[in-house]
């Protein structure tokens, strides 16, 4: 369900149509976060969120809703499981501590990890190709850029986006997306019945689900 949030929706989170040159960040001194400086070997490299995705805002629009997310090769665990989460504004945007300083390139995100939560705190930076594509952890459309942000908090977290791969597995990434319980149940042939009681009773408990084949390299679809 979309919603608006004014709280993060303000003139230098949001973007419209009349107003794509005053797009996520205007202010020109931006920080540079010197404690997480990755450096990559494939012609990747660091550009301003100003200049990746001009015409971006935080939330395309200024509205939280379910969204269609992309992600490279292994990424596609990460961005499956933010996928998922997207479809609750709720949860996605408590993921963000604090957007005060935005303008000045400064963002404070958090994820559960090791039973708690952590706050991690980074600039806007995003990874490149030479052509100048995002990379890794993508939204579909170049008017926002929360998937590209949030994954680079969580690399922050782990060392580098090689690291926080989850395996591969969309799973774990939701449980640090959401601080919740993981229950994996393996769909059986003849067992639609079982199947549907379980997703309507997920349903009715708000829950999170998430659908992975075994081919997917951990992606999931989810409601």
Known sequence: MAEHHPDLALADLATSEEHAAASLLSVTAQWSDPTFTAQFDDGTAWVPVTAALPEAGFFAHGVVRACDLVGDGADAAFASALAVVATRADLL??????????????????????????????????????????????????????????QKGYAKLHGGYAAA????????????????????????????????????????????????????GGGAKGR
């Open 93 to 150: 945007l408590a993921l963000v501590v604090s957007a005060d300083h935005l303008a000045r390139g400064i963002l404070t995100l958090r994820y559960h990890k090791h039973g708690a939560w952590r706050h991690v705190t980074i600039d806007t930076a995003l990874p490149c190709t030479a052509g100048g594509g995002v990379r890794f952890c993508r939204a579909a459309t170049t008017r926002e850029c929360f998937p590209s942000l949030l």
């Open 165 to 216: 791969r989850g395996g591969g597995d969309a799973g774990e990434c939701l449980i640090d997306l959401t601080g919740g319980l993981l229950t994996r149940r393996r769909l059986q042939p003849g067992a639609e019945d079982e199947t549907w009681a379980r997703l309507s009773g997920a349903r009715e408990r708000e829950s999170l689900v998430a659908v992975q084949s075994s081919s997917s």
